[in-house]
């Protein structure tokens, strides 16, 4: 009877091995959250510790490891690109929003000074017609406070670059407000709106139409300097 060739008896996996044990394969996350490739390779790394085949399952140690790197460096990128064009967008809104109040600011400014120039327009006739200069005066207070809204707006959501510069436009708005137009209001029309001085007009008028002069130039300025500044906070200076 031919002896029989030991060698090719496969080893039971239920008898001791006295050779050392592999090292303890690390396996990320849980093992309901695995992909199935990595699932699949440590089954092979398991089988591979099992029959000897140590140099198998180091090459498939390997291979976990690689792709769980690479899925990780994945994440990263994906989430510091969102990252990006996140704060792209955000920062895009933010311009948009800006460029229309700084707009919105020089169309407001601009139809104040239009407002002006037609109060203006009605104290130099010759004479001055009660009813007109009083829709005037109506007429400029109401586009003030559009322009002031504006100003406001400004400081709300544009750069602080710009705050300076709008004080070139509040403070007189405030002084002619405040120390021509309310008394000159006051004085030819009265709180209740009745004629307290029928020469009024013809005697305050002047006065008034150089602080009007003096509001427009100095409103000129600021619009000049606004829109350097709006121009270089938008880029586009």
């Known amino acids: 009877m031919p002896a029989m060739d030991t060698d090719s008896t496969p080893e039971s996996e239920n008898e001791p091995d006295a050779r050392p044990a592999a090292a303890p394969v690390p396996t990320p996350g849980t093992s309901g959250s695995a992909p199935a490739a990595t699932a699949s390779l440590e ?98 207070t109401r586009r003030g406070g559009a322009a002031i809204k504006t100003v406001n707006m400004v400081f709300l959501v544009g750069s602080m670059q710009l705050v300076p510069t709008l004080d070139e436009f509040m403070h007189p708005y405030d002084t002619f407000v405040r120390v021509h137009l309310n008394p000159f209001i006051l004085h030819n029309f009265g709180g209740s709106g009745d004629v307290t001085d029928p020469d009024g007009l013809l005697r305050d008028g002047p006065g008034l139409v150089d602080e009007i002069d003096r509001m427009m130039a100095e409103s000129g300025e600021f619009v000049g300097d606004f829109i350097v500044r709006a121009r270089e906070d938008l880029g586009t200076g």
């Open 43 to 140: 089954h092979d790394v398991r089988v591979a510790t099992r029959t000897g085949r140590y140099a198998l399952a180091t090459a498939l140690c390997a291979a976990i490891v690689s792709s769980v790197v690479s899925a990780g460096s994945a994440v990263y990128v994906s989430r510091n690109e969102l990252a990006r064009k996140e704060s792209a967008a955000a920062a895009a809104e933010v311009r948009e929003n800006r460029q229309r109040v700084y707009a919105d600011l020089m169309t407001g400014v601009a139809e104040y000074v239009e407002g002006l120039g037609f109060l203006e327009g009605t104290l130099t006739r010759n004479p001055p017609d009660r009813e007109t200069v009083r829709a005037a005066i109506d007429d400029l």
